[in-house]
T-cell receptor
Framework: DAKTTQPPSMDCAEGRAANLPCNHS???????VYWYRQIHSQGPQYIIH???NNETNEMASLIITEDRKSSTLILPHATLRDTAVYYC??????????FGTGTRLTVIP | DTGVSQNPRHKITKRGQNVTFRCDPI?????LYWYRQTLGQGPEFLTY????????KSRLLSDRFSAERPKGSFSTLEIQRTEQGDSAMYLC???????????FGSGTRLTVV
């Protein structure tokens, strides 16, 4: 299974940007990087995905390094509702995603 | 359409009993996935359907597990002769395609006593 490396936990002050790093050194040229988050007692929620270019949507921005070995998910203005486990995921073949253990982000008032 | 629906939300069963969970995906999504999640871990892939065809199964899906998706709409996941190690959250997700991202349901929490 494809592996990503994320810090187990991070804190962020409310209103500040949350920058969540991820290493995906085994990623191959045509595999996407996905980010999901999971709030306690809920199913995971899709956030964003990218291949090589930086991406932005209404939830977050994704910055992918030129060598594609790492990426950073940016929540520009973290709120208390952004407290969750964030998963950085490599696509592992055509039909499924390998989640790993993620980063537990705590937004502090 | 209110998203992916899973029933029941919680199930407590005695070891050795059979259990069945249901997933109703978003109606226009032809892809359906089952994942399992234990405490402190990320979701683990179990199986994938495209329409009614089960196209991929994880090695985690032992012969006590069976999944169906008749007519390519709702899906069921059955566990026969449950064991305590089957206690977990069982998550269902659907999508139009991998690149569209998955929409997950809230899961069914199984406790085997």
């Amino acid at each position: 299974d494809a592996k990503t490396t994320q810090p187990p936990s991070m804190d962020c002050a409310e209103g500040r940007a949350a920058n969540l790093p991820c290493n995906h050194s085994t990623i191959s040229g045509n595999e996407y990087v996905y980010w999901y988050r999971q709030i306690h007692s809920q199913g995971p929620q899709y956030i964003i995905h990218g291949l090589k270019n930086n991406e932005t949507n209404e939830m977050a921005s994704l910055i992918i390094t030129e060598d594609r070995k790492s990426s950073t998910l940016i929540l520009p203005h973290a709120t208390l509702r952004d407290t969750a486990v964030y998963y950085c995921i490599e696509q592992t073949g055509a039909n499924n995603l390998f989640f790993g253990t993620g980063t537990r982000l705590t937004v502090i008032p | 359409d209110t998203g992916v629906s899973q029933n029941p939300r919680h199930k407590i069963t005695k070891r050795g009993q059979n259990v069945t969970f249901r997933c109703d995906p978003i109606s226009e999504h032809n892809r359906l996935y089952w994942y399992r999640q234990t405490l402190g871990q990320g979701p683990e892939f179990l199986t994938y359907f495209q329409n009614e065809a089960q196209l991929e199964k994880s090695r985690l899906l032992s012969d006590r597990f069976s999944a169906e998706r008749p007519k390519g709409s709702f899906s069921t996941l059955e566990i026969q002769r449950t064991e305590q190690g089957d206690s977990a959250m069982y998550l269902c997700a659907s999508s139009l395609a991998l690149l569209y991202g998955y929409t997950f349901g809230s899961g069914t929490r199984l406790t085997v006593v």
